[in-house]
């Protein structure tokens, strides 16, 4: 594993396009009338900044799997779900060199 800031942030890039669906929703909920709030810009500026936000991590963990040897892998464990004598199941997100192509 490699110890890098970019590995603490590998669960921003499935979450982030889906906060800011999340967000578009919740405000398409509470708005009084259809299409008066939000604007259409700020609409255009969540909608493209989650998965925008999302390509900018992407990119910097391909580089830094682009900067190490080979058969390394960024590992990031979220939280430990079930554990269990020898058996641990956790919420974690992986990227290596495979998963960069």
């Given at each position: 594993m490699i110890?890098?800031?970019?590995?603490?942030?590998?669960?921003?890039i499935p979450l982030a396009p889906l906060a800011g669906a999340l967000?578009?929703?919740?405000?398409?909920a509470l708005s009084p009338r259809r299409g008066e709030?939000?604007?259409?810009?700020?609409?255009?500026?969540i909608?493209?900044?989650?998965?925008?936000?999302?390509?900018?991590?992407?990119?910097?963990?391909?580089?830094?799997?682009?900067?190490?040897?080979e058969n390394r892998t960024?590992?990031?464990?979220l939280y430990s779900w079930i554990t269990c004598a020898s058996l641990s199941i956790d919420l974690a997100f992986e990227a290596d060199r495979f998963v960069a192509l």
């Open positions: 110890n890098s800031p970019i590995e603490t942030m590998l669960w921003i967000l578009l929703g919740a405000l398409a709030f939000p604007g259409r810009s700020f609409v255009s500026i909608a493209c900044a989650g998965p925008m936000v999302s390509l900018l991590v992407s990119a910097g963990v391909v580089y830094a799997l682009a900067q190490t040897p960024l590992h990031q464990t």
